[in-house]
C-alpha cells in the first residue's frame, strides 16, 4: 500500500468536514421553508403524512394524532369597572346669601345662650348644612377703590346699608354720597377724627420708633383707628361682632384694613400668647370690670412684656359726659374704680389718663407680680394651661404666667427688635428653642425661599407684580410667614393664618416679627364677610386637609372670601392640583398649573387661578348671572 504524503492528508480532512456542513444544512433549511410556508398560512397541521419527511430527516418531530396549534389566549380576567368621575355641580347661591358668614348666621346665634353675647361668638353649622353653592356678589359690584383712596372711599353697591350713616351721622363714621360712601374717619370718642386721635395718644406713648408695631383694636366699629395707623407704620387687627350696627367689619375690608368678626366673650380670642404691643378699646362697651376680671385677663394673655391697653369712652373722664352718656356718677365711678382695681390685680402700671384717654402698660415679666399674690389673691396664675391654645378654648380667671426670667430687667420671653428690623431679626421664640425643629438656620432659609418664590409668582401673575393692584391678601398656610415677609414693600396687608391642624404652631413668631395674623380651621368657614380678599396664597393646604374634610367644601369658602376678578395662587402635590383644578373649572374662575420654580420634574405643582367677574341678578329680575 502506498503511503500519502503528508500534505495531502489535512487537505482530505478539510473536504470531508466541507462536506458534513453542507448536508447538514441543506436539509435544515428545507425543514425551515416547509414550516415557515405552513404558519403562513394559518395554524400548523401536524400529521403522519409527515412521515416522508421523517424517513429523510431524523430530526423530524415523531408521530403524533392530528393537532393544531393554537396560540390564542384562553383565560380572560374581567375588566375593571370604569371609574366614573365625579360631576361637580356648584350653581351660584340665592341672592339672599350675598353677605352670608356661615359660622355668624343670624339665626342660627338665636339658638344659642344670650348671657354674655354668647350667641354671638363662631357657631358654624353642621356638614349636612353647609351650602353646596357659590356666594354671589350684589348687583352692580365694582372693584374697590385702591389704597391709599379706599381708606376713605367705598363703592355703595358693594356694602349696600345706610344704617351706620343714620345711627352715627354726628359721629363721622360713614356718609353716604352718591354711588359712594365716604369715611371721614371719626368715631364716638374722635369727633375730630382718627387721625388726630392718634396724635393725642402718640403724645402719651411713643408711635413714632418702632417699638410698637401690632395692634388690636376690640370694637372697631368701621376701623378708622386701624386705619390711619398704617400711616405709622402700625399694623391692626380690628374686630368687632356681626351684631346691630351691620356690615361694620365689611365696611372695614372693603376699605383695605385688617379686621376680622369676632367677640370677646367666653371663648379665647384666636392669637397666641404675647402677640399685640398695644390693645385699645374705643367706646367698645365690654364689661372690663365684670366676670371677675375675665376679660381684662385675655387682652393680658395676648399683650406682650410691656405691651400697652388704651381706654377711652365711659367710664373714662365720667365727671365730664356722665350726663350725656345718660348714667349716673356712682355708676361711672363705681366701674372705673372696679376697672382699676382689676389692672392692678394683673400687676399692670396706669401711665396716664388725660382728658378721655387712660393708658396701662402690662409689666416686662412677672417677678414682682408673684411676689405680690400675697396681696392680690386673684387672679391665680396659671398652672397646666397652653397659652398660645386659643381655638374654641374657654377663657379662664388664672394670669398666664409669662416665661421665666433671672433679672429683674430681663423681658420674659425675649427682647423684641424695632420696626422695621423686627421683620427679619431671629424671632425669640425660634433663638430660644420654643419651637421644636426649627432652628435660626432654618427661619433664615425660609426667609430667602420664599423671595425667590414671591419674585417667580410676579413673573407668572402679572397682577400681583403691578404696584396696587391686591390690597388685602390672605395666606391660608402662613408657617413662618415667609410669604408677607417677601411683600412687605408693597402696599398691601397679609392675614397670616396658621391652620389649627399644622404640626407646629407658629403664629407667635409671626407676630414677633410684626405681622399679624390668626388660627383657623379650614374645614369651617373663616369670620369674614364674603369678597374680603383681593388674592388667596394656599400651599399645600389640600394636602393638610387632605381625608379630614371635601376639597370642594375648601374651595366654595375660597370662592366666598374672595372678590370677583380676584387672584389664588395654590401649591400642591400635581395629582392633587389636578382634583382641584377640575373643580375650579365649575366655579367659573380660569385656571392654569405651572412647574415648580426650581425644576419640572418636581411633584409639586402651581396653580394660578382668577375668578370671573359675576354678580347677582338686578333685583326684581328673574334672570341668570350679570357677567363681564
Known sequence: MALLSPSYLPLKAKKLNLYKIILTIIPCTIFYLVGFYQSSRGNVPVSNTSSSINEVFPCAPPDHNTTTLDFEAHHFAPDPPLR???????????????????????????????????????????????????????????????????????????VPHKELTVEKKNQNWVHVEGKRLRFPGGGTMFPR?????????????????????????????????????????????????RDTHVSQVQFALERGVPALIGIIASIRLPYPSRSFDMAHCSRCLIPWGQYDGQYLIEVDRILRPGGYWILSGPPINWEAHWEGWNRTREDLGAEQSQIEKVARSLCWKKLVQRKDIAIWQKPTNHIHCKVNRKVFKRPLFCKSQNPDMAWYTKMETCLTPLPEVSNIR??????????????????????????????????????????????????????????????????????????????????????????????????????????????????????????????????????????????????????????????????????????????????????????????????????FATKKYWTAPKPGQNQGLVVS
Not at 222 to 234: C, D, E, H, T
Not at 529 to 549: G, K, M, N, Q, W
Not at 565 to 578: A, C, P, T, Y
Request: with cysteine; glycine share 6%; charged share 25%.
Open 84 to 158: 366614573v368621575a365625579r360631576a361637580h355641580h356648584l350653581p351660584p347661591c340665592d341672592p339672599k346669601y350675598s353677605e352670608h358668614t356661615p359660622c355668624e348666621d343670624v339665626e342660627r346665634s338665636l339658638k344659642f345662650d344670650r348671657d354674655r353675647l354668647i350667641y354671638r361668638e363662631r357657631h358654624c353649622p353642621e356638614s349636612h348644612e353647609i351650602l353646596k353653592c357659590r356666594v354671589p356678589a350684589p348687583y352692580g359690584y365694582k372693584v374697590p377703590f385702591r389704597w391709599p383712596e379706599s381708606r376713605e372711599f367705598a363703592w355703595y353697591a358693594n
Open 193 to 241: 377724627g382718627a387721625d388726630a386721635y392718634i396724635d393725642d395718644i402718640g403724645k402719651l406713648i411713643n408711635l413714632k420708633d418702632g417699638s410698637i408695631r401690632t395692634a388690636i383694636d376690640t370694637g372697631c366699629g368701621v376701623a378708622s383707628w386701624g386705619a390711619y395707623l398704617l400711616s405709622r407704620n402700625i399694623l391692626a387687627v380690628s374686630f368687632a361682632p
Open 410 to 607: 430681663d423681658i420674659a420671653g425675649g427682647q423684641l427688635a424695632k420696626w422695621p428690623e423686627r421683620l427679619n431679626a431671629i424671632p425669640p421664640r425660634i433663638s430660644r428653642g420654643s419651637l421644636e425643629g426649627i432652628t435660626a438656620g432654618n427661619f433664615i432659609e425660609n426667609s430667602e425661599l420664599w423671595k425667590r418664590r414671591v419674585a417667580y409668582y410676579k413673573k407668572i401673575d402679572y397682577q400681583l407684580a403691578q404696584t396696587g393692584r391686591y390690597r388685602n391678601l390672605l395666606d391660608m398656610n402662613a408657617h413662618l410667614g415667609g410669604f408677607a415677609a417677601a411683600l412687605v414693600d408693597d402696599p398691601l396687608w397679609v392675614m397670616n393664618v396658621v391652620p389649627v391642624q399644622a404640626k407646629t404652631n407658629t403664629l407667635g413668631v409671626i407676630f414677633e416679627r410684626g405681622l399679624i395674623g390668626t388660627y383657623q380651621n379650614w374645614c369651617e368657614a373663616m369670620s369674614t364677610y364674603p369678597r374680603t380678599y383681593d388674592f388667596i396664597h394656599a400651599d399645600s393646604v389640600f394636602s393638610l386637609y387632605e381625608d379630614r374634610c371635601d376639597v370642594e367644601d375648601i374651595l366654595l369658602e375660597m370662592d366666598r372670601i374672595l372678590r370677583p376678578e380676584g387672584s389664588v395662587v395654590m401649591r400642591d402635590d400635581v395629582d392633587i392640583l389636578m382634583k382641584v383644578k377640575s373643580i375650579i373649572d365649575v366655579m367659573q374662575w380660569d385656571g392654569r398649573i405651572a412647574d415648580h420654580e426650581s425644576s419640572p420634574h418636581q411633584r409639586e405643582k402651581i396653580l
